[in-house]
């Protein structure tokens, strides 16, 4: 089974899937790693792991639609079972996001469906809040706002920074992800037209 990551920047999540793959724990293989970022550090990992590193930069392209077009083609071109959006900092389109219907993850730092969308961890520690986390979701057109398969949270504790926080959210989802990915690898998880389901039970 083959899997495309799109990142955009660091690519620690990227990593934990390398990982994974590399002890034989994913239940499949990272064919494509692809970055509208040329400067992304991720893609220095796919490229140390032997895996095609594509850079498709969105500021070449006039509009959303022409970028995700490409987009589109690039990762079509790799034939993946399975598209993991691994900080991916691009909002996508509704075309993009139907085309991988069902076959499209993200990884989202905060427990949803709060805290949607950018600065999480900022926005969190603002409000005083006392629990945090991370979620591994189906893309739908909403941002952020497909069904949850799998979360981790945390506590936030008395003197925790935003650098505290992210540490600790880090290291959750490199635990996570790699399990949901395997799972829908393994066809244990899909989505249905009632939503998640892991080994034919609803989530
Ligand atoms: C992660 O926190 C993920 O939840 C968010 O972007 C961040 C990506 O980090 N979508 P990395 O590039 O995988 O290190």
């Known amino acids: 089974r ?87 900092m691009r909002i996508l389109t509704p075309r993009f996001v139907h085309r991988f219907h069902g076959r499209l993850l993200n990884i989202h730092p905060s427990l949803l469906p709060a805290y949607r969308g950018l600065d999480t961890h900022k926005r969190v520690l603002a409000d005083g809040g006392e629990e945090h986390g991370a979620s591994v979701h189906f893309v739908t057109e909403e941002l952020d706002g497909g069904p949850v398969v799998m979360q981790a949270a945390l506590k936030i504790r008395p003197g925790d920074s935003e650098e505290s926080v992210v540490e600790r959210i880090h290291a959750r989802e490199h635990l996570i992800y790699p399990i949901a990915v395997r799972w829908f690898l393994e066809g244990r998880l899909q989505l249905g037209p009632d939503g998640p389901t892991l080994d034919g039970m609803a989530l």
């Open 2 to 88: 083959r899997v495309v990551v799109l990142i955009s920047g660091n690519g620690s999540n990227l990593q934990a899937l390398i990982d994974a793959q590399s002890f034989d724990e994913l239940g499949g293989e990272i064919v494509a790693v692809i970055s509208n970022k040329a400067d992304a550090h991720g893609l220095q990992r796919a490229r140390d792991a032997g895996i095609d590193a594509v850079v498709l930069p969105h500021d070449e392209y006039e509009s959303r639609d022409a970028f995700d077009g490409a987009l589109i083609k690039v990762i079509e071109r790799h034939e993946p079972d399975l598209v993991v959006l691994a900080g991916f």
